[in-house]
């Protein structure tokens, strides 16, 4: 490694990341009614097929959402947890003393 190498965090992008997660969060969490395709489908008895599988869907999909957004969730807070360490860690560092170059012996 190089004397003068650095870490670098791309603490802009974690911390955008987090916030897409939470705009994604709540794309997800918006009901879907499908009571309102009655109308459109008609009285055709296959309809009442179609409708079921709606129903059914819908029922399965809140189950699967649930999941997803407890998983989008802990990301998001990792995220953010992320950036306030660094940031945290970043300023400890900044107050502390540099020690005196010495030369190699």
């Known amino acids: 490694m190089g004397q003068h190498e650095q870490l670098t965090i791309d603490l ?8 897409s997660l939470d705009n994604v ?3 997800i969490d918006q009901p879907v009614e499908f009571a309102s395709c009655d109308d459109q489908l008609g009285t055709d008895p296959a309809s009442g097929t ?15 959402r649930a999941v997803i957004d407890s998983y989008m969730s802990a990301l998001s807070k990792m995220c953010n947890d992320t950036v306030t360490r660094i940031k945290a860690l970043d ?6 003393p540099i020690p005196h170059h010495r030369p190699d012996i």
């Open 91 to 96: 300023h400890s560092l900044a107050q502390t």
């Open 25 to 27: 969060r709540g794309g």
């Open 12 to 19: 802009a992008g974690i911390q955008a990341w987090g916030t």
């Open 50 to 64: 179609v409708q079921n599988a709606m129903v059914d869907f819908d029922r399965a999909w809140k189950d699967g």
